[in-house]
């Protein structure tokens, strides 16, 4: 049917990333910051891309599902900020501050699930899922891509230059209302995921009974 070894489509299940407790009490203490939470509990299914994508995609299909499933595992730091401008300098000041080097809990700062440089990859990643998806549900898998699509695009296109720098809908939330955003968009990643992960799972079936 493809031609190709389809467990070289499968994705592997990335491992549940931690912050480190102390990082995490020095950001809990910082009088801009909100909230501080590890990344929730996801059920990930394995997928086996072969079937879902042509086999020019597999391998890079398959990359692109490790990716969401990443993003998944990034926890949440809330701060007041109504700017990447102002947000950027935080935090400089905030690693000096607290001799942070270059490592694990530098990383940390950054990498959060509301970071907007991660976010524009995972709308990269559903847009070329979406492109190139030739599974048995074209019409539900198409529109559970358009609504994550909506919900990132439609809070992360400039609105504003100046000053301040950039500023996106997105800048201008409460703070519980940028948690609530980033919420609802990793939901929407584990749903693809899922519908991805159960017509592997059928393929798989499939295959197993016909052969």
Not at 37 to 56: F, R
Not at 69 to 98: A, C, K, M, P
Not at 104 to 126: D, F, K, P
């Amino acid at each position: 049917m493809s031609g190709y070894k389809t467990e070289k489509y499968i994705s592997r299940l990335v491992p549940k990333y931690c912050m480190d407790r102390q990082l995490e009490e020095l950001l809990r203490a910082d009088p801009h910051i909100v909230l501080v939470e590890q990344a929730e509990e996801w059920d990930i299914p394995t997928i086996d891309m072969a079937g879902l994508v042509d086999s020019t995609y597999g391998e890079r299909a398959t990359q692109v599902i490790e990716n969401l499933q990443r993003y998944l595992q990034l926890g949440y730091i809330i701060d007041t900020f109504q700017s990447h401008h102002e947000r950027v300098n935080w935090r400089r000041y905030f690693i000096q501050q607290h001799k942070i080097e270059e490592g694990e809990s530098y990383h940390e700062i950054s990498t959060t699930a509301l970071r907007q440089n991660r976010i524009s990859g995972i709308v990269s990643a559903v847009e070329f899922l979406k492109q190139i998806y030739t599974g048995p549900e074209t019409e539900r898998f198409s529109a559970l891509c358009t609504t994550y699509l909506q919900t990132a695009y439609d809070n992360s296109v400039v609105i504003e230059r100046g000053e301040r720098g950039l500023i996106k809908p997105c800048d201008l939330f409460e703070p519980m209302q940028k948690y609530a955003w980033a919420k609802q968009m990793k939901q929407q990643v584990y749903d693809i995921l899922v519908l991805l992960g159960e017509q592997s799972a059928a393929r798989k079936k499939y295959t197993a009974v016909s052969s």
